[in-house]
């Protein structure tokens, strides 16, 4: 008998209500999508689009009172049954998080040494001088410099660029199956960003982990995930292959944030001169041409639609759009795992 493939992790209808001050809201709904080992998944959209709030949800951080409907399965375990001991047994162990600010991840009171060594510690029971030599190991790993100095160093003693270093120390201590990075790349300048994301992945490749990599940056994402979810509004508008996805840009929101990504580089075809360094529109290809963008603002939750998310921001919205949320549809024979949520898909 065939044996059924079972992904490392699959989420089936995700559902979050946030309990607010405003009574309780939808945060995140009707989320799919599956990763397995050795794979990369990327989520991308705007702030408020409802990529952090699956991360936590994946991690079991969801704020008190917190309502998940669905189903998120782990290694054929499902989280959302779990209570917080066995979450916890889970987290910094076959599970973990690279968050985007370095600073509020760490813990001011204790050397980064400690604070790596403790999921060693915790884990994988190992005493305080074996768990210390391992965390100086994982510090060389992540190519900080004078790292057996840095070992018994503070965070705020750290530049950016370090502190994140050491939060990828810490995330990678136990090897994970799962690993998780919220934007893990915002406070840093372009070439450290460019180091640390190179880093993640050779981590990633050499490990065999799954990587989920958040991000709202459209060229890293061409270069970092196999796999691409284009989240607004609290749901997936787009998701496919990588490349799929950028080649046909099926959604109109994926439309808007390619339309307005400047690009470096570009060379005028008539005088064949370059503009290195000029951000040019992506849509115009003109140098100095005035960037599109997306009229409106991601709706809170409080104003969010009954349908489509996007629907006021939309050039090609209709009524029917306002009705209720599209379900995914596949783009198209010639791409293949590659769905958008519209319903004038085959027009656009």
Not at 7 to 30: E, S
Not at 201 to 211: D, K, N, S
């Amino acid at each position: 008998m065939t044996r059924r493939f079972v992904p490392l992790l699959r989420v089936i209808d995700l559902h979050i209500t946030l309990d607010t001050a405003q009574g309780a809201l939808t945060a995140l709904r009707d989320a799919s999508f599956a990763l397995d080992r050795g794979q990369t998944l990327g989520l991308i959209g705007e702030s408020g689009c409802g990529k952090s709030i699956t991360a936590l949800a994946l991690m079991g951080l969801l704020p008190d009172g917190a309502q998940v409907t669905g189903s998120i399965r782990f290694d054929g375990q499902e989280l959302t049954a779990l209570d917080d001991a066995a979450l916890c047994r889970l987290r910094g162990n076959r599970m973990a998080m690279v968050f985007q600010e370095p600073m509020s991840a760490l813990n001011p009171l204790h050397t980064v040494g400690r604070q790596i060594a403790e999921p060693l510690r915790i884990h994988q029971g190992l005493s305080r001088s074996a768990a210390e030599a391992e965390a100086l190991r994982l510090l060389e790993r992540v190519r900080l410099p004078q790292a057996r100095q840095r070992l018994h160093a503070y965070p705020h003693q750290l530049s950016g660029g370090q502190r994140q270093r050491v939060v990828i120390a810490m995330a990678l201590a136990c090897g994970p199956d799962l690993l998780i990075a919220d934007e893990p790349t915002t406070a840093l300048d372009a070439t450290l960003q460019r180091e640390v994301l190179d880093l993640i992945q050779e981590l990633v490749r050499e490990g065999g982990m799954a990587l989920l990599l958040i991000s709202h940056d459209l060229g890293l994402m061409a270069d970092a995930v196999q796999q691409l979810l284009v989240m607004y509004g609290g749901t997936v508008v787009e998701s496919g292959p990588t490349a799929a996805v950028f080649e046909r840009l099926a959604h109109p929101y994926t439309r808007g944030l390619f339309a307005a990504r400047p690009r470096l580089g570009w060379r005028d075809p008539a005088t064949g001169s370059a503009a290195s360094d000029t951000a040019v529109s992506a849509a115009s290809g003109r140098r100095g041409a005035r960037l599109p963008t997306i009229a409106g603002r991601v709706p809170t939750l409080a104003e969010m639609p009954r349908g489509c998310p996007f629907a006021d921001r939309c050039a090609w919205v209709i009524d029917a759009c306002r009705v209720a949320l599209p379900p995914l549809v596949p783009v198209g024979p010639g791409s293949p795992g590659h769905a958008a949520r519209c319903i004038r898909l085959g027009e656009l």
